[in-house]
């Protein structure tokens, strides 16, 4: 697999939050960038910087290191992008994706969803039994939904996500 740069802003913005992409960008072939100098260049506080660097330490997508300033006496910490995590977390994502649709596929099979005919809210049979089978938004009375295209769907999506995690293990 090739990372490339939409793979990498897609993963950093799915794993730390859409607003780190700019740091991202500049940080990328950088070493040991201080965070006063990342600030200035992506002009953000410096405050509001160090919070997006380290939901990315989180994820583990950047490192530093530490330098004590002579003059002032206090630290100075140094950032380098961590690019071998973007394969890991590419994947990561998903599996995580994979999961919740197999977890919504469950719910979808295995429950009655209504819907009035201006499809206001989709309500599950519990839901629809308090409402007494009256849509809350309009008045109307509720049908049971045909879902056996959503349900096609997220077996789609199932298979698709499944084959490509499956070209990865080999
Ligand atoms: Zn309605």
Redesign the pocket.
């Known amino acids: 697999m090739r990372v490339t740069s939409k793979i990498v802003e897609q993963v950093v913005s799915e794993a730390s939050g859409e607003d780190v992409i700019p740091l991202i960008k500049y940080l990328k072939d950088k070493k040991n960038i201080s965070e006063f100098k990342i600030a200035e260049k992506i002009k953000k506080e410096v405050n509001e910087t160090r919070n997006m660097l380290y939901r990315l330490y989180e994820a583990n997508l950047v490192s530093f290191i530490r330098k004590k300033d002579k003059k002032k006496g206090w630290y100075i910490y140094y950032w380098t992008f961590n690019p071998k995590r973007i394969k890991y977390l590419f994947y990561d994502l998903k599996r995580k994706r994979l999961d919740n649709l197999k977890s919504r596929l469950g719910r979808e099979e295995n429950n009655y969803f209504f ?7 989709r309500l599950d049979f519990e839901q629809a039994t308090d409402f007494n089978f009256k ?6 009375l ?1 049908n049971q939904e045909d879902n056996a295209q959503k349900i096609k769907k997220i077996k789609d999506e199932i298979e698709k996500l499944k084959k490509e995690l499956k070209k990865r293990s080999n």
């Open positions: 819907i009035c005919e201006d499809n206001c809210i849509c809350p938004e309009c008045g109307k509720v």
